[in-house]
Structures are given as structure tokens and as C-alpha cells.
């Protein structure tokens, strides 16, 4: 425990279902901090939200401990491959066509999946920063695999359509996710996997290194190898959760720590917010324009790009010196937030892509799919070097005002994180709306489409502002000139922001997303 986690009484907390709320909260009542909190909370949600999250993905742990500086564990997803020869590189990858999302092409099977980072970084923001012992903060996960969790809405939407896709090309995944009888399990249909409850409860005896040298990474590594895969052994071992300072920016009163490089999330964010902070009293014409550049800027440079820690620290100092005029020219996530009245704040952002279609064998556990991700690898398939972390869009987030207020925050969604944190921030931070008020409002997203689509010739029609339904905001994306598509309610495709304040006065408040299951409480 570092010397900023100090004892505390009560905790908010944000999570993604009820069990995994109540899990943070019981932790808290026995003495747990912010960080006990949401990892118990967070173990709960990788045992209950398949399809979404799973602990054979990646991670990031945003921790911003009292009386401390704010730090991020990077558990993100490696490329893989160490000690293999070139031949085995640029396989064993399948296309799949879904229609997921108006349309997605994923690209799943043993090449797809990256060497997974959770268990680590979890490992890691334990040792640092939590007051119970490890087995405590499992537990939770263990009995809600073993004795029922309710299926989600999310993950049954997502289930549905992949279910005879995606998923069944390999029986023990497809039994995973459907009823002996091959029938889906529904939204709300309590199911079980014992064999990941068994495998939970020896994390808790044994410890992070159970998925690196330990039984399950030497599953996985012998798995890959003979299915074409390319995680090895050495993969595994030499696997360390990174921790970096993250990177601060002051909007309005607040000082706002996000995700720093290499990930792409929280740079990005980071200049979003700072631009919004300059135009001050900003608009949505604003809020447009900021994301127009700054994605445009994402997919030229950091899409592409071969050092992703190098450009991100660029895009930040490039910013810094002359404003936004510097930048011209995975459904399947889930996010916990949690801040206890000492004033120590974490959040905490997990993901597994869209899943490769497989699991660890006699484990429980599906696979990420991060190398069959194109968004992730401009480059091409397995074109990075063994060891190089993945692109990634997460960016739990923390934040501390002047006055003794506490943030912790986040959101799944793909590359609608970052636009949706800039807009709840923005409105929270700039304009003064409260915590819900702030999650509540409505969302735009600008996406990049080719060149090609739509109105060809025309440099406008590259862009397209996806947004909810409000008068003032459909206003200003007709004044832009851009296209636009309205969707006629809160969706689930912009987000699903979690977020847990501590206030001026101590008191504490959770605030969870409509647009996608969230369960919200303070303990005490």
C-alpha cells in the first residue's frame, strides 16, 4: 500500500451490474479503500459480462491516491510471438461478418489473440494501493461464477448476434454463452461457469502469476501452439504491468489525470478537454469542431503510427504550445469507478476486443481478439514487433479540484470513450452541471468515414456527426456543414460513463449511464 492509501470509512461506487456493485460495497464496509473497491468490483464483472470483458483481455488502472501524485498501471494487451520463427507470423486468422454496430468485420481465431495483461495490472494496483488481501477481493467473482449471475442486457444483445458466428466455431466457447439444450441465454437469465469459478478461487490461493508461469498461462501457451496462435510461454513471463504518472491537465477548476502514452485514449482526451478549457463557456459547435480535429488527427498520425509513445508525448507538446491549430493538416468493454471519502480515486477500464472465439480450455475463460482488430493494427496482421503494447482507446480517468472535491471516471465504447469523457467532463467541469446531469445529456461523436463513401469528392463527406436527439445540438451540426445521423434516444453506442465523486464537504455520490446497465451505490 503506498503512503497515499490511508484507512477509510465510506466509498462511491460505479460499476456495471448489481453484483459487482455490491461486491465493491462489501469490501468497503469491511475496510477497503477506493481501489479495494473497484478491483473487487472488477473481478465481478469479468466473471459476469462474457462477450463484453474477460480476464484473457487488457487493462488500465487510473489511481489517484490522497496525499499522492496520480498513476496509471498499464495492463493493456502485447503483441506476441517471442522465440517463434517468421513463418509462424500472419496466420491463423478468421474473417467474420456480423452486424454488429451497423456492420462490423472482426477478425477472430488463435492469431487474433494478443498476449493479455488484467491479471497482472490487477496483481499490480493491489500491491500498491489496496488494504485487503487478494483472496478477499477475488472472492466475489468466485461465487458469482459458481452460484449464478444475471446475463446482462449488453452482453445479451452482443451474444445474439455473434452466438453462431463468432462463437461457434469452438464447442467449449459456444457452451460457454448457451444452455445444454444450444438455446442463448436471455437478458436477465441466470447462468453459471463453474469452470471459471474454479479457476477464480485458485487465483485467489496462488496469485497473478496463476496466468503468466502458472497453470492457466501455460494452458494458454500450449493452446496457441497448437492451434497456430502465436502467445508463447515467454510471451507470459515476461509480461509486466507497466505504471506511468499520467497526464495532467487543468479544466477549469479541476486538474484532470488521464491514461498517457502510448495509449491513444487519454492523450486524446486530454486535448480535447484542454481545447474546450480555452473556448471556455463552449458550445456544441464547439464541441464539433475539437472532435472533427482532433480524431482526423488520430487516424493521419496515431493510426498509423510506429512509436506510439513518442507521437503521443508530440500531440501533447504540440498542443500545449499552440492550441488545436497544432493538429490541422471495442464494443467489448467495461469500466468501474470508485472514490472513498479520504479523497482516493480509481478507475479502472477493462477489455477483451470482440473475442477470438475461443477460450482457455476446461478454464471458463474467452480470449481477446486485439491482433484481428483492424482499428488496432494499421499496420497489418502481426506487423508489430513481439512485446509492443496494442494501441489502445481506454482512458479511465481521475481528477481533483481546488476545493477537496475527487473524480473518478470512465466509460466503455470503443473510440466513443473519448468523446463521450470529453462531453461528461466538459459539461461537469466547464459548465457547472452535476455528476448525473452531466452523464445524462446528450452525445455527438464525429467518425471519419473513407473518402469514397457518400459524397465523393467532397472533403466534408469524410466526416459524419453521430448524435442524440436535442434541438440546439442538431442545430449546430447543420451550421458545420458536415452529415449527420440522429439517433432518436440515449444509445448504448455512445458510451456508458461510470463515475464516482467525492464532494467539497466529504459527502460522496455515484452516477451511472442509462445507455447501458450501470448499478450505482455508496457504502455506509
Not at 463484453?52 to 506476441?80: H, I, Q, R, T
Not at 459547435?285 to 482526423?296: K, P, S, Y
Amino acid at each position: 500500500m503506498s503512503s497515499g492509501a490511508v484507512p477509510t470509512g465510506r466509498v462511491a461506487v460505479a460499476a456495471t451490474g448489481r453484483q459487482a456493485l455490491e461486491a465493491g460495497l462489501a469490501v468497503a464496509a469491511e475496510g477497503g479503500n477506493a481501489v479495494d473497491a473497484a478491483l473487487a468490483a472488477g473481478f465481478v464483472a469479468l466473471a459476469t459480462e462474457p462477450g463484453m470483458v474477460s480476464l484473457g483481455g487488457g487493462c488500465f488502472v487510473s489511481v489517484w491516491p490522497a496525499g499522492g501524485a496520480p498513476e496509471v498501471v498499464d495492463g493493456n494487451v502485447e503483441m506476441p510471438g517471442r522465440g517463434l520463427p517468421a513463418e509462424r507470423f500472419g496466420h491463423g486468422v478468421r474473417e467474420v461478418a456480423t452486424s454488429y454496430g451497423g456492420g462490423v468485420i472482426m477478425h477472430a481465431g488463435h492469431g487474433s489473440v494478443a498476449t493479455p495483461g488484467i491479471v497482472p495490472a490487477l496483481g499490480e494496483a493491489h500491491e500498491r494501493w489496496a488494504r485487503l488481501p487478494w483472496e478477499r477481493l477475488v472472492a466475489p467473482a468466485v461465487h458469482a461464477a459458481r452460484d449464478g449471475y444475471p446475463m446482462s442486457g449488453a452482453a445479451a444483445r452482443f451474444l445474439a448476434i455473434v452466438a453462431d458466428s463468432l462463437m461457434a466455431g469452438d464447442p467449449e466457447t459456444h457452451a460457454l454463452i448457451t444452455h445444454p439444450d444450444g438455446r442463448l441465454a436471455a437478458g436477465g437469465e441466470v447462468v453459471r461457469n463453474p469452470a471459471l469459478a474454479d479457476v477464480l478461487d485458485q487465483l485467489g490461493r496462488e496469485g497473478p502469476s496463476l496466468f503468466t508461469t502458472g497453470a492457466v498461462g501455460r494452458a494458454l501457451a500450449a493452446q496457441m501452439a497448437a492451434g497456430g496462435g502465436l502467445v508463447t510461454g515467454d510471451d507470459l513471463a515476461a509480461y509486466r504491468a507497466v505504471v506511468r504518472p499520467a497526464h495532467r491537465t487543468h479544466v477549469g477548476d479541476w486538474e484532470v489525470a488521464s491514461n498517457p502514452p502510448p495509449a491513444v485514449g487519454g492523450p486524446l482526451l486530454a486535448v480535447m478537454l484542454g481545447e474546450l478549457a480555452r473556448r471556455g463557456n463552449w458550445t456544441w459547435g464547439d464541441a464539433l469542431e475539437v472532435q472533427r480535429v482532433v480524431l482526423a488527427y488520430r487516424a493521419d498520425v496515431h493510426d498509423l503510427s510506429h512509436d506510439l509513445e513518442a507521437d503521443g508525448q508530440a500531440l501533447l507538446d504540440a498542443v500545449d504550445a499552440r492550441g488545436l491549430a497544432a493538429l490541422t493538416g471495442s464494443p467489448s468493454t467495461a469500466h468501474v469507478s470508485a472514490v472513498d471519502d479520504d479523497g482516493n480515486a480509481c478507475a479502472l477500464t477493462m477489455s477483451s476486443g470482440y473475442g477470438a472465439g475461443l477460450c482457455i480450455p476446461d478454464t471458463g475463460i474467452l480470449l481477446n481478439n486485439c491482433l484481428g482488430e483492424v482499428e488496432l493494427n494499421r499496420h497489418g496482421l502481426h506487423a508489430l514487433p513481439p512485446g509492443t503494447r496494442l494501441a489502445s482507446n481506454m482512458a479511465p480517468t481521475t481528477a481533483r479540484a481546488t476545493d477537496g472535491r475527487a473524480l473518478a471516471v470512465g466509460s466503455p465504447g470503443a473510440d466513443r470513450i473519448t468523446t463521450a469523457l470529453m462531453l461528461v467532463l466538459g459539461q461537469g467541469c466547464l459548465h457547472g452541471a452535476d455528476l448525473q446531469q452531466a452523464i445524462d445529456r446528450p452525445r455527438l461523436h464525429v467518425r471519419r468515414v473513407p473518402a469514397d463513401v457518400g459524397h465523393a469528392g467532397d472533403a466534408a463527406a469524410t466526416y459524419l456527426v453521430e448524435h442524440e436527439r436535442d434541438p440546439d445540438l442538431a442545430a449546430a451540426v447543420v451550421a458545420s456543414g458536415l452529415p449527420g445521423h440522429e439517433y432518436p434516444e440515449p444509445h448504448m453506442y455512445f458510451g456508458g460513463v461510470g463515475a464516482a465523486l467525492r464532494r467539497a464537504d466529504g459527502s460522496l455520490q455515484a452516477a451511472g449511464d442509462a445507455r447501458r446497465e450501470a448499478a450505482v451505490g455508496v457504502s455506509g
